[in-house]
């Protein structure tokens, strides 16, 4: 339990265990961030865990609060990642549960209060409002802001993949930040660019989310990354390629190393590791992205197919450049790719791959910025 305010301790659970996050996306750790805020009339619990994390939670609620002291739960977000401990909770507190107006509707927890944008509660010494942050990332989520210490309570934005048992920054957090939002909220991104620039305007001077690191002084530069990763361009290049036989394979490498001599920043990525969010949370900061894949049965290669299919869902294209290389058996494809696209480069079997070709047009559109 780490305290962050006068009236609030934080408590990180750290996964350490699990290998994907929803069954998709790979995890080297993850926290889910639960929080206790101490009034003079009670305690409250600001978000829980997954439901395997429950005796940990309440070993560590329960060393500081009596179950009977525990007066109201907070879930921001109805999202088992948060609130898979509330019924464990409510059924050891009594507590009384504050829920938007539509995680109400939607779930109707027991005893529970609707609270609207805008709304506030007071319980003893403190005050909690709320605004609602819908589509971040489901329908009903909100924020919690404890207005006597300033803490904004801000559930999946600004949250991070990646373990951090203090809470405080590591060098990973930069693209463990950048990867969840790519994989988990841009879904909905005109609704997280909102839901920033709503924080932006709250401004407070503690923001303590659901997931990752507490950000206090911090908060400006992470701030700027999510503008520049919501609204920038991005710069140099991502290249995603599936292979079967070697030549695409031995073609993005040469590509790489081509583009690399003249200075160009070069992350490489093959589908069939099946890490995408890496390679999603790349192409975020990228200005051009490269296919490459052989034709499969007279179509896309499935993996780069599966992984556009998925990509695309995420909004991750916009602003960008896309090139695509494809080598072809009996006939050429491109015609299905289906994302609009700078320059297309087919191959047929007796074919080399034009690397240089590839790299200049890469340069015409990095160089048409
Ligand atoms: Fe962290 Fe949308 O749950």
């Known amino acids: 339990m780490i305290s962050i305010s006068p009236h609030v301790k934080a408590i990180p659970v750290v996964d350490k265990s699990s290998e994907l996050f929803e069954s998709i996306w790979h995890l080297e750790g993850a926290n889910y961030n639960s929080y206790l805020i101490e009034t003079t009339d009670g305690f409250v619990i600001v978000d829980t865990a997954y439901e395997m994390f429950c005796p940990q939670l309440e070993e560590e609620i329960f060393s500081e ?10 879930v921001n977000h109805m999202e088992p990642d948060h609130s898979g401990c509330l019924n464990h ?6 507590a009384k549960v504050i829920i938007s107006q539509v995680g109400k509707q ?3 927890p027991p005893n529970s209060i609707g609270v ?3 709304d506030s509660i007071s319980i003893g010494d403190i005050t909690l409002k709320f605004y609602m942050i819908p589509w971040v990332h489901w329908p009903e989520t909100m924020i919690t802001h404890l207005i006597e210490d300033d803490v904004l309570f801000t559930c999946d934005m600004y949250g991070a993949f990646g373990a951090y048992p203090n809470l405080e920054e590591k060098e990973y957090l930069y693209k463990e930040m950048r990867r969840y939002l790519a994989a988990i909220l841009l879904r909905y991104k005109p609704f997280v660019l909102k839901a920033h620039k709503r924080i932006k305007s709250i401004n407070p001077s503690i923001i303590a989310p659901g997931h990752g690191i507490v950000l206090k002084e911090n908060k400006e530069r992470v701030w700027k990354w999510y503008d520049s990763w919501l609204e920038g361009r991005g710069e140099g290049v991502t290249i995603v390629y599936g292979c079967m036989y070697g030549k695409i394979s031995y073609a993005m490498g040469k590509l790489t ?11 490489i990525h093959n589908v069939a590791d099946l890490r995408w969010s890496y390679a999603m949370g790349d192409i975020l900061d990228s200005a051009v992205v490269v296919f490459g894949y052989p034709t499969y049965e007279a179509d896309l290669f499935p993996l780069i197919k599966f992984f556009l299919e998925i990509s695309m869902e995420k909004n991750l294209y916009q602003g960008k450049d896309i090139v695509v290389v494809e080598t072809h058996g009996w006939g050429p494809t491109l015609e299905k790719f289906p994302l609009d696209y700078g320059y297309g480069f087919s191959y047929g079997p007796m ?7 590839v790299g200049e047009s890469i340069l015409r559109l990095l160089e048409g910025r």
């Open 65 to 74: 609060a009596k179950p009977k002291e525990i007066k109201y739960i907070v």
């Open 257 to 267: 190393e081509w583009l690399r001599r003249r200075g160009v920043k070069v992350n």
């Open 116 to 118: 609207k944008d805008g």
């Open 89 to 94: 909770f409510l059924s050891k507190t009594g």
């Open 106 to 108: 939607l779930f109707n």
């Open 351 to 357: 074919e080399d791959i034009d690397v240089k070709a």
